[in-house]
Every structure is written in structure tokens, then in C-alpha cells.
């Protein structure tokens, strides 16, 4: 296995990181270093994407047609790697990553002219409505009901978990629209304009979020919403294919360049730090031995991702692959936000975590390093519950490779 980037993927490297030390501006790179979790605003994350759709590259997955980068597997990773070098973020999934390509698949060719244009210069913000209260995993027994009225659905229902539904303009949203003895038949794939009367977006407040002013999931009410039948993507009733569909791009991207960025930071981390009998965490065996497990596994992780892109490459699928890597993914991302807590020691407990800048009359608590870091182990809880259960991707390993 040959994984080495050839002579035009190392030009593409260079062409990437020099377009980023502007594009990805100082004024955002210092926002972010204030914020206790490198965030941002929504006006900061739009400019960033418009930014990327006027150089081609805002949707690295779609095709050429639509306005797409068409990057190759191994382009993706490239940019993924330089983008998590200089910690910018990915573009907000929902729209370009995720129903983009279903409106392309299944999508009207009124639909395509009206939302893919949009959706690639990030004119219009989507949010996913799968999960309700008492259907996640077992996403089928969604019950947000949508009656046909001839020219419109009316929606009644509730979603929970809403990434982001504050900031969008658009849901994209898994409805009912017949009662079938396959529960799976009588689900429909619809688009709602979030400002229709009778939506109630309402925040879920999370452990992470000790008064930053943001909040990143919500739970949404539906009361006798008008949804036009113009609305509906594929046909009525067949959503369930529109929804696995969507799914084989939500778990798409690389895991390795974001863990080497942070594992990076780690190592600097602990090199500054002492415990408390005043010996730096660097120099401690047993921090170490726990940091190169951890790096051992990322490494084994990169291997594998490059492995897949070959594969990719070369017009193979990707199959239960997807399942180990987000499994062993967010494993380690989790790991590595343990061990930032360890060196952290009690200087995670400060409620007020901003980052002073030269001129600001106020000290940080503890170490600027130490920033973030509760919040970020919390939050980081989430990434082995989303977009398909770590359990459920066992159970998807332990039938497709195990053959049990
Ligand atoms: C931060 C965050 C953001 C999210 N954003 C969105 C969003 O924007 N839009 C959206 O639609 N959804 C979103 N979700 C919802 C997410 O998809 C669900 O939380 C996930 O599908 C799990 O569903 P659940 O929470 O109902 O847990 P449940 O399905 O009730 O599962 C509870 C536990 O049981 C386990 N379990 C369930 N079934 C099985 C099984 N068959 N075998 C073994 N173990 C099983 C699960 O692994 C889990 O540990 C988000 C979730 C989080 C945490």
C-alpha cells in the first residue's frame, strides 16, 4: 500500500495552505481564541463559508455541475488536514454536506434551482428534524404527523436535539404521513421555512454552556404548520430512502487531521504544565505512557482513513468501514479531551473562561490552556451519541463483519 501524497496532491497541500493564512482571517483566528470553545458567531461562520463558496471550495463533495469543488478522496483529506491546522471549521454540515445531495438525488428540478445556489453560498441555514422524544435510534418510530391537504401538509409534532435550530432558515424533516404496518413506508422527507407560523424553537441548555449566550441544540414545536406540497423531496411516503441516503454523507468526514491538531496542542500543554509536586506532566511516565497510547491509536486511525481514501480512489465503496472509523473516531476524540481535564487539575472549574488579549484589564483563572477545557469534555460527550449510536454502529460491525 502506497500512502504518500503524489506530486499534484502535495502542490494542491501547498496551494491550500497558502489561500488559508488570509482566508482564514487573524480578526476570526483571535474571536476564537477568546472564546473559551473556539466559537464563533453566526455572521463569522457565514462570511468564512462565503469566503470558501467564492474560491470554489465551500462544497468539497459535490459535482462540478452544481458548483461543487469535485475534490478526489485524497483532496478532501488534504484540506481537511491543513483547514484543522489552522483550526478552522468545517462548513456547517446540514446544508451542503447533508440535504444537498439528497435534493440533487431526489430533489425537483424546481427545487434544485431554487435551494442548491443558496445552499452553496450560504444564503439559507438548514437544520435537521429526525429525532423526537422517544425516536432516536430507533428512528422509524418518528410520530410528527403531516396531514395532506390537498395543496399542503399540516404538521403537528415535536423534534428534539436540534443542532443550531436557532440560526436557521430552513429544516430539512423526517414527517408521517400514513399510518403503514412497515412503520418505515408511511415516512415522508419534507423542507419547512422556519418562519412559518406555528414553529416554536425553543433552546435545550447543556453543562457545557455556563453563559457564553449560545446555545447548541433546541427542541422544536410544530402547531398547525403549513407546509406547501411543493415542499415534499422524492415521493410521498418514501422519505425513509431520502433519510438513509442523507446518513451515508452525515458520517463522511476524517477523524486524524483534527486528533493530530489536538494531540499537538496536548503535547505543548502538558510540556507547560506542573502537578503538584512541581514536576511538568510531559515528565511524568504515566502521563506520558496514556499520551502515546492515545497518539499510537490516532496514528493507527490515520493509516486507516488513507487505506479507505485509496480505496475511494480506485471507485470502491466504502462499506462497514464507515462504522469502525466513527466508532474508534470519537473514542479518541473523547480520550483526548480526558486527558486535557488531567492536566488542567482543578483549573477546569472556573466559570469564567475568557481569554484575556493584550489590553484587557482582567486575568485569566489558572492557565489560558486550561480554557474550555470542562466544556469541551462535556460537549465531546455527545460525538459517540450522534449520527448513528456508538452501540449502534457495533451492531452494525458485528453484523456486516462478523457475520453474527
Ligand atoms: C449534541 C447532539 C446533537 C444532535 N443533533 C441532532 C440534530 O441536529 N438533528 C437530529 O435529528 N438529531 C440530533 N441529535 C440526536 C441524535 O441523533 C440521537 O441522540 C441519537 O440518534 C440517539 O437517540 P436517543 O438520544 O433518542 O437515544 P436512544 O436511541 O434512546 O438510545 C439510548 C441508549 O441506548 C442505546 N441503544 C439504543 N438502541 C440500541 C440497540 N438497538 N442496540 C444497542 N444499544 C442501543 C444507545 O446507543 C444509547 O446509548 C443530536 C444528539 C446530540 C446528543
Known amino acids: 500500500m502506497d500512502i504518500s501524497f503524489d506530486e499534484a496532491d502535495r502542490k494542491f497541500q501547498q496551494e491550500v495552505r497558502s489561500w488559508l493564512e488570509t482566508a482564514w482571517p487573524q480578526e476570526i483566528r483571535d474571536k476564537q481564541a477568546r472564546s473559551a470553545q473556539g466559537r464563533i458567531s453566526k455572521d463569522d461562520i457565514v462570511g468564512w463559508q462565503k469566503r470558501l463558496a467564492d474560491k470554489g471550495w465551500a462544497a468539497t463533495n459535490w459535482p462540478v455541475e452544481h458548483g461543487g469543488a469535485d475534490f478526489t478522496p485524497t483532496q478532501s483529506y488534504i484540506f481537511d488536514l491543513e483547514r484543522a491546522r489552522v483550526g478552522a471549521p468545517n462548513v456547517v454540515p446540514f446544508g451542503i454536506t447533508m440535504v444537498a445531495p ?6 425537483t428540478d424546481a427545487q434544485k434551482t431554487e435551494f442548491l445556489p443558496k445552499i452553496l453560498n450560504s444564503d439559507i441555514w438548514f437544520c435537521q428534524g429526525y ?8 428512528l422509524a418510530s418518528l410520530s410528527t404527523k403531516a396531514e395532506d391537504k390537498g395543496d399542503h401538509y399540516l404538521v403537528n409534532g415535536v423534534k428534539t436535539w436540534t443542532t443550531l435550530a436557532q440560526y436557521a432558515d430552513w429544516m430539512f424533516c423526517l414527517v408521517r404521513t400514513s399510518q403503514e404496518e412497515i412503520r418505515q413506508l408511511g415516512i415522508s422527507f419534507i423542507l419547512i421555512d422556519m418562519n412559518t407560523p406555528g414553529i416554536t424553537v425553543k433552546p435545550i441548555i447543556t453543562l457545557d454552556e455556563p453563559g457564553e449566550g449560545f446555545q447548541e441544540i433546541n427542541m422544536v414545536y410544530f402547531e398547525d404548520v403549513k407546509v406547501p ?10 422519505g425513509w430512502t431520502c433519510a438513509k441516503y442523507l446518513l451515508e454523507f452525515e458520517r463522511g468526514n476524517a477523524y486524524s487531521p483534527g486528533l493530530k491538531g489536538a494531540l499537538s496542542h496536548l503535547r505543548q500543554f502538558a510540556q507547560a504544565e506542573h502537578d503538584s509536586n512541581g514536576e511538568s506532566f510531559w515528565s511524568n511516565p504515566d502521563f506520558q505512557r496514556r499520551f502515546h497510547d492515545v497518539q499510537v491509536q ?3 486511525m490515520e493509516y486507516t482513513e488513507l487505506r479507505i481514501l485509496g480505496a475511494l480512489a480506485a471507485g470502491q465503496n466504502v462499506g462497514p468501514e464507515s462504522s469502525m472509523l466513527k466508532t474508534r473516531g470519537t473514542e479518541l476524540q473523547q480520550a483526548v ?13 472556573p466559570l469564567d473562561q475568557s481569554t484575556p488579549f493584550p489590553g484587557d484589564n482582567f486575568q485569566p483563572v489558572g492557565p489560558v ?6 466544556q469541551e469534555y462535556f460537549n465531546t460527550r455527545k460525538v459517540s451519541i450522534y449520527a448513528g449510536s456508538n452501540e449502534i454502529q457495533r451492531n452494525i460491525m458485528s453484523k456486516l463483519v462478523l457475520n453474527l
Do not use: C, R, W
Not at 439528497?102 to 430533489?107: A, P, Q, S
Not at 479531551?337 to 472549574?349: D, N, P, Q
Not at 490552556?369 to 470542562?374: L, M, V
Open 102 to 107: 439528497v435534493i440533487m438525488k431526489f430533489g
Open 229 to 238: 406540497k411543493e415542499n415534499l423531496v422524492g415521493e410521498q411516503g418514501k
Open 337 to 349: 479531551t480526558e486527558l486535557a481535564i488531567e492536566i488542567s487539575g482543578h483549573y477546569v472549574a
Open 131 to 138: 429525532s423526537e422524544p422517544g425516536s432516536g435510534s430507533d
Open 369 to 374: 490552556d486550561a480554557n474550555g477545557t470542562a
Open 298 to 300: 490516532v496514528l493507527a
